[in-house]
Structure formats: structure tokens, C-alpha cells
């Protein structure tokens, strides 16, 4: 299997970072890069990864991000957040656009009809189907917040 596109235009943005002498895309991008290595030598034999799970790596360095910068805000390290927030800000070029709030609880119903789900007890019926279907579009947190307030 070829490798994804997603792949390609990191490894292109790469190069371009580094011809342009731009540090926070170098760095934002080595990392991704480092992140999706890891990912493909994972479980049992190297694989190549689909686009999907090049995108599942992108969001989870993307939430490491977030959770360093609310962390450096809270430190009272404004610096290191903004260090961070511009890592954020590139690789949030290669994600999908966020889905609202309404979208998001849109989706959440269906799923909740297509499932069956009545009450809480069916909430682990919901969350993995809900979760594939938003992938990489919108944060499990919140997922799981419309999840509970629309079975609760």
C-alpha cells in the first residue's frame, strides 16, 4: 500500500520548513513524523498506515498540545504556552474543520437511534460508534458530555 497523501504533504511542509528556516513548523512536524513511525511500528508487524490513522495521530498530538498549553497557562508559563499554541496551530492544517456543537449533537443522535441506546447503561454501546464516526473531528470529552446528556 502507497502511502497516504497526508503523509506526503507532511514530509513536503517538512522540507519547506526547513528551507524556510521556519523552527516551529520544523519542530511541529518532526514530531508528527516521529508520531507516525511509532504508530506504524506498532502491534505485531510495520505497516503502512491509512489515511485515517495518520489523522488519529494528528489529533492525538494535537490534544497533547492543548493539555500542555492549559497546563503552562495554569503554571503561569505564558511563554511555553505560546510555544505551544504555535505547534498547535500547524498541525491543526492538517486536521479535518471541528464540527459544532450542533453538528456533533446531531451526529450523536442518530447514533443513538441507529444503537437503540435508551438510558446510561447503554452509553458504551454509543460512545465507539459515535467516536468513529466523528473521527478526528471533534474532541472525546465533548463526545461524551452530549452522550450523557442526551441518555441522562
Known amino acids: ?10 514530509d513536503q511542509d517538512l522540507k519547506q520548513a526547513m528551507r524556510e528556516k521556519d523552527e516551529v513548523a520544523k519542530l511541529a512536524l518532526r514530531s508528527v513524523k516521529t508520531a507516525i513511525t511509532q ?12 489515511e485515517e490513522e495518520v489523522l488519529r495521530v494528528i489529533s492525538k498530538q494535537a ?16 511563554d511555553l504556552a505560546e510555544k505551544e499554541r504555535a505547534e498547535l496551530a500547524v498541525l491543526e492544517r492538517y486536521l479535518p474543520q471541528p464540527l459544532s456543537e450542533d453538528e456533533l449533537e ?5 447514533v443513538i437511534a441507529e444503537v437503540g441506546a435508551t438510558s446510561m447503561r447503554d452509553m ?9 464516526r466523528v473521527a478526528g473531528r471533534a474532541d472525546g470529552k465533548a463526545v461524551n458530555q452530549i452522550v450523557r446528556r442526551l441518555l441522562g
Do not use: F
Open 106 to 110: 446531531q451526529i450523536v443522535r442518530e
Open 124 to 132: 458504551g454501546k454509543v460512545m465507539p460508534v459515535a467516536m468513529k
Open 63 to 78: 490534544k497533547q498540545r492543548r493539555d500542555a498549553i492549559a497546563e503552562y497557562e495554569k503554571a503561569g508559563r505564558m
Open 39 to 50: 504508530a506504524r511500528k506498532a502491534g505485531k508487524a510495520e505497516h503502512e498506515l491509512s
Open 1 to 10: 500500500m502507497a502511502e497516504t497523501n497526508l503523509i506526503q504533504r507532511i
